[in-house]
């Protein structure tokens, strides 16, 4: 089965600032990922499919790229609003693998 | 306002079965949608568990395929986990969620919409 690795873990960063998550896949697949969002207590909630097409009413300053193996979601300005934890998942094949997490602090 | 709402016991006794039902208003379950189950254990990631299409079929992750059933009523507009033998591994809070094509191969889909969740507890 395909792995799905994340980094970092955690981070925190001032407001305003420009967030890099990376997510990696053991195996190549293409640009079948997706990113989701998790604030604290609440249901996850997809930012972006297909490594890189916004979700519809997500915020801009969420974007995506990669494919293959190597994908990565940055945030252009963190706001307080997105403290949350991000998740990568890959869906080419089941077992349709999450990544275990980044958790995103504002200072 | 299409919905998905989990339900099912909260507490299982260790080897017993867990049993989960999740109902979908606002739309028919008979579309070209998917519909899984996702598992998070208190403060931990994301597991995927399985998912089934309205004809019956489904795709079970292999760590829990020995353990799992899912199945699915068209009249009922709902479907369900059967998960067996559980241990404290299993305490989590268990959502369904709607797996959403947005081109015409199979591997395009991914989660648009997800219930609120239901903790199950595993413990005598």
């Known amino acids: 089965d395909v792995q799905m690795t994340q980094s970092p873990s955690s981070l925190s960063a001032s407001v305003g600032d420009k967030v890099t998550i990376t997510c990696r896949a053991s195996q190549d697949i293409s640009n079948y990922l997706a990113w989701y969002q998790q604030k604290p207590g609440k249901v996850p909630k997809v930012l972006i499919y297909?490594?890189?097409t916004l979700q519809s009413g997500v915020p801009s300053r969420f974007s995506g790229s990669g494919s293959g193996t190597d994908f990565t979601l940055t945030i252009s300005s963190l706001q307080p609003e997105d403290v949350a934890t991000y998740f990568c998942q890959k869906y080419n094949s089941a077992p349709r693998t999450f990544g275990p997490g980044t958790k995103v602090e504002v200072k | 306002q299409v919905q998905l709402q989990e339900s099912g016991p909260g507490l299982v006794k260790p080897s017993g079965t867990l049993s989960l039902t999740c109902v979908l208003s606002g739309d028919s379950i008979k579309t070209d949608n998917w519909w899984s189950w996702v598992r998070q254990p208190p403060g931990k990631g994301l597991e995927w568990i399985g998912e089934?299409?309205?004809?019956?079929?489904?795709n079970y992750n292999p760590s829990l395929i020995s353990r799992m059933t899912m199945s699915v009523d068209k009249s009922g507009n709902h479907f369900s986990l059967t998960l067996r033998s559980v241990t404290a591994a299993d305490t989590a809070v268990y959502h369904c969620?709607?797996?959403?094509?947005?081109?015409?191969?199979?591997?395009?889909?991914?989660?648009?919409?997800w219930g609120p969740g239901i903790l199950v507890t595993v413990s005598s």
């Open positions: 297909a490594a890189s």
């Open positions: 969620a709607r797996a959403t094509g947005y081109c015409a191969s199979a591997s395009c889909r991914y989660f648009d919409l």
């Open positions: 089934i299409f309205h004809s019956g079929t489904t």
